[in-house]
């Protein structure tokens, strides 16, 4: 005797007062009626963050005036919300240091990992990572005379077994922008490590998605930006981690009075100060920084291993809705079925994806989509329903089969 | 016969009331009692400030997420915030982009005036320059193999006489931090261009102060804080301008995907957009920038001819305060007198600078102080008035008398 299987709304129901972490959703200020599933893109509005940026605008700035640097904090707040950054990667106080964009922290930590490994020719990076760190690859190795390699990080083993004794760093994501494929940090921190090369990993789609351990795995550096699943707000700073071990010795390129020994003094010369201070820059934007200290408070209490759980059951659960209502409409997931593989976003792949998150959008489910034919769906454990999952796939259903977008072999069957 | 000379309160009476700026301290929330004259260093807060911010927060972020980089026009902010700082200084539209610190604009600066001087092995800055222009000068030189030669503007021709022909880029501020001097930007500028070099100023401390006309001098390169003269909040991103002719082959270091020619597109390679959107690096700090852009209008329908007159008149009321009132005490201004020569905040010299200063604060005077022996007083047309001017003269005298910090030659011989 089988049982029948329970329908996805029953499903969603009992996942949904199942969860622990469903009272968490309060900590945001969600549009009402809009199913948001592009918190891996620019997460939703913190509910601490308005309070604190009104303090932050009218007493700290418009009364405290520049007495603010000093009597709130200010001056330490790279450092301070770097360490609150750093609880939700696995890196320890001291190794952590917020600002700027990602892209000047990837140069900045490229560039440290050229220094440290200075008799090394190679940069590998992955094919298909996001554009900006092949970019940012490419700039750091012809001002040193490097040379960039691109390794899926399928290839990486035969490579280093190859050329590795080449390799200076090897700069990778744990999560592909795209398809959603998580890959194993372990192994190919490993791999880097036994090549003698240095690990750096993008952070951008794994930090406060997933747990990332960092000191546990042994990482050299890492990057990530504040924006995606740590909600800091648009744009908000980016964060550089290098390991205690190499800081003595980390050299970054823009040497700002930020990072300066005696940041006040009038020294001829750049001195680096002691830690992970000597990665700060210049001046720092106050309020996007302040506003992402008071949106990191959203996973005061959680563990990043209750985060990741709950994200798997939200994305496993889109994977089952999708196989039951989308894929015969032509919507191929992407995104591996394996929990170990997969990161915290869902891609759909349809010609038509453009059209399809318009039109999605217009229902109220926001999701987004990268060329040519990617659909994505973010999900964030600390306010996504299972609920709120089921109804996309609904509604995507509904605006595939109202707009003509089937492409199910039996429709296109009759089309053609 | 001669006129007695007007006393002090009546002549700062007189000129407020004759002030037609006047009404534009009303764009600005002062806190109430204090005499703010460290606008230098972080500018007050603007009321166009906090309404703006809660729709940036609670509005575009809070409910239109995501699609605000449209919908909110967030994506051309750089480029729409920058021509809104290029109306202060001089620049036409299309040649200013707003985004990180003025550390890292400095960086992607010099790096693009090494490049388009590539024959050629030296940069100069002034000795005397605030550390971080001289740290990122020391910096890019390292990384190109070239030279960096301090010289004084007071030097400048003689040494580019003699070594003009080597000299890729002059790197210099038109205000002294420290003392207040005002360079002569023209003359500068005729004197790098006619070695061949490219001019590259450093308008932190001109910038919403004075009149800065980078288009009409032929200016190369200027780079900027948001948060001085400008008040665009505590860390306000920073802005690079570049002259429109120079554009097209343009070449920053700093590649990130906002300043790509497709940034959205999966390119394999960085190819830079047209124009100054090049200049754009990663994602900026919408809520700081967006503050930024606010702050700003407190210059609306005001012409920087008039905050300069305002502002002389104002450091010109200040210095004849110094002179009845603090240089017999032994507090030595160093700020020039000739008009012409003088930015928008006075210096004066004293040992006790740093007790001064705090000591001041006490009495809700805010200034501020640098190393070792000056005390900074920033005026800014929009928002102080001469009654201010002579209220911080009068404390600063009641707190040097009080205090024992008086070193007229008088006291000091009854010393020692």
Same mark, same amino acid.
């Given at each position: 005797m089988t049982t029948p299987p329970v329908p996805l709304d029953t499903l969603a129901s009992r996942l949904d007062a199942e969860?622990?972490?469903?009272?968490?959703?309060?900590r945001f200020l969600l549009p009402q009626d809009t199913v948001y599933l592009d918190g891996n893109s620019l997460g939703p509005l913190p509910a601490a963050v308005p309070p604190v940026l009104r303090d932050v605008v009218?007493?700290?700035?418009?009364? =405290?005036l520049i007495r603010s640097w000093n009597s709130n904090d200010w001056w330490e707040a790279p450092l301070r919300v770097g360490d609150a950054v750093g609880r939700l990667i696995g890196a320890a106080p001291g190794q952590t240091v917020v600002g700027d964009s990602t892209s000047v922290q990837l140069f900045n930590a490229l560039s440290a990992a050229v220094a440290l490994r200075s008799g090394r020719s190679l940069l590998v990076v992955d094919?298909?990572? $996001?554009p900006t760190d092949r970019y940012l690859a490419d700039a750091v190795a012809g001002l040193h005379g490097r040379l960039v390699r691109q390794v899926s990080p399928a290839d990486l083993r035969d490579f280093l077994a190859a050329e590795g004794h080449q390799v200076a760093v090897v700069a990778y994501s744990p999560? =592909?922008?795209?398809? @959603?494929e998580l890959y194993d940090m372990r192994a190919l921190t490993g791999l880097a490590h036994r090549a003698g090369a240095l690990v750096l990993w993008d952070l951008c789609h794994a930090a406060g998605a997933l747990p990332v351990e960092l000191d546990a795995l042994g990482v050299d550096l890492a990057v990530g930006c @504040?924006?995606? $699943?740590?909600?800091? @707000?648009?744009?908000a700073p980016a964060y550089l981690y290098a390991a205690r071990r190499h800081q003595e010795v980390l050299r970054t390129?823009?040497?700002?009075?930020? @990072?300066?020994?005696?940041?006040?003094g009038t020294a001829r010369g750049y001195e680096p100060a002691p830690g992970?201070?000597?990665a700060r820059i210049g001046t720092p934007p106050m309020l996007s920084l302040l506003a992402m200290e008071a949106a990191l408070?959203? $996973?005061?209490?959680?563990t990043m291993t209750e985060v990741r759980a709950k994200n798997l059951s939200l994305t496993g659960f889109f994977l089952r809705c999708a196989e039951e209502l989308l894929t015969p409409l032509g919507?191929?997931?992407?995104?591996?079925?394996?929990p170990s593989r997969r990161g915290s976003h869902v891609a759909l792949r349809h010609p038509d994806a453009y059209a399809l998150v318009q039109a999605l959008a217009e229902h109220r489910v926001i999701a987004d989509m990268r060329a040519p034919d990617l659909l994505r769906f973010g999900m964030n454990a600390l306010y996504n329903t299972h609920g709120e999952v089921l109804t996309a796939a609904l509604r995507l259903r509904d605006v595939v089969r109202a707009e003509g977008y089937d492409r199910s072999p039996r429709r296109r069957g009759a089309v053609t």
């Open positions: 969860d622990a972490l469903a009272p968490l959703r309060r009218t007493r700290q700035w418009g009364t =405290d094919p298909d990572h $996001f999560v =592909d922008y795209r398809t @959603g @504040g924006y995606k $699943f740590l909600s800091g @707000g648009p744009g390129p823009l040497t700002g009075w930020n @990072g300066h020994a005696d940041p006040f992970i201070a000597r408070t959203a $996973f005061d209490g959680v919507l191929t997931p992407v995104t591996p079925a394996d």
